[in-house]
């Protein structure tokens, strides 16, 4: 059973960083791209980055760009969001979401919750 | 950038009635789409990706259909565990865009 597990989530005050942690289990981890996508109270999803199997691709939603780092650990199952310099508007429910063959997500963790807030 | 927009934002309904949302694209993304259906405090669901092609263990009273920039997800008889807010997606290989979703609620 593929099992996703976000943790890290924390209240921060604005122009603080946190570090998030998604610990994967169930599949091969180290065959597929992740992604972090987020969700702030009450409103849409927002997709936040993604990373290729072997770290090789990187990409980012422009609103994170420049603030935010992806990465991962292969040999520990592991997927990492480095956030720098949070703002009021990045506080919302982190998702880790595992990358089908398709492109699409089809495996979502519960979430962590960031707050960021003086 | 691309983007997508759901319609409607809110759609009222009873159970057993057929029901048809759609997203459209800013721009032509051949079937580049997928569904989501999420519940309050879950994590989203996928339904459909490619645009119809549905995902193992949905039930078959989910469909989509739609190429290009006009998709649309329709659910033949709604049931009660339905209810929930629905997102499309548009998916290429360096990022991932979500409609702003469709909240389908009891009428």
């Known amino acids: 059973e593929v099992q996703l597990v976000e943790s890290g989530g924390v209240v921060v005050q604005p122009g603080g960083s946190v570090r998030l942690s998604c610990a994967a289990s169930?599949?091969?981890?180290?065959?597929?791209?992740m992604h972090w996508v987020r969700q702030a109270p009450g409103k849409g999803l927002e997709w936040v980055s993604l990373?290729?199997?072997?770290?090789?691709?990187?990409f980012y939603a422009d609103s994170v760009k420049g603030r935010f780092t992806i990465s991962r650990d292969n040999s520990k199952n592991s997927l990492y969001l480095q956030m720098n310099s949070l703002r009021t508007e990045d506080t919302a429910l982190y998702y880790c979401?595992?990358?089908?063959?398709?492109?699409?997500?089809?495996?979502w963790g519960q979430g962590t919750l960031v707050t960021v807030s003086a | 950038d691309i983007r997508m927009t759901q319609s409607p934002s809110t759609l009222s309904a009873a159970v057993g009635d057929r029901v048809t949302i759609t997203c459209r694209a800013s721009?032509?993304?051949?079937?580049?789409l997928a569904w989501y259906q999420q519940k309050p405090g879950k994590a989203p669901k996928v339904l459909i990706y490619?645009?119809?092609n549905l995902e193992s263990g949905v039930p078959s009273r989910f469909s989509g259909s739609g190429s290009e920039t006009e998709f649309t997800l329709t659910i033949s008889s709604l049931q009660p565990d339905d209810f929930a807010t629905y997102y499309c997606?548009?998916?290429?290989?360096?990022?991932?865009?979500f409609g702003q979703g469709t909240k389908v609620e009891i009428k």
């Open positions: 979401a595992k990358d089908s063959n398709e492109y699409y997500f089809d495996h």
């Open positions: 169930g599949f091969a981890f180290e065959n597929n791209m």
């Open positions: 990373i290729s199997w072997d770290g090789g691709s990187i």
């Open positions: 721009q032509s993304i051949s079937r580049w």
């Open positions: 490619r645009a119809s």
């Open positions: 997606q548009h998916y290429n290989t360096y990022s991932r865009t």
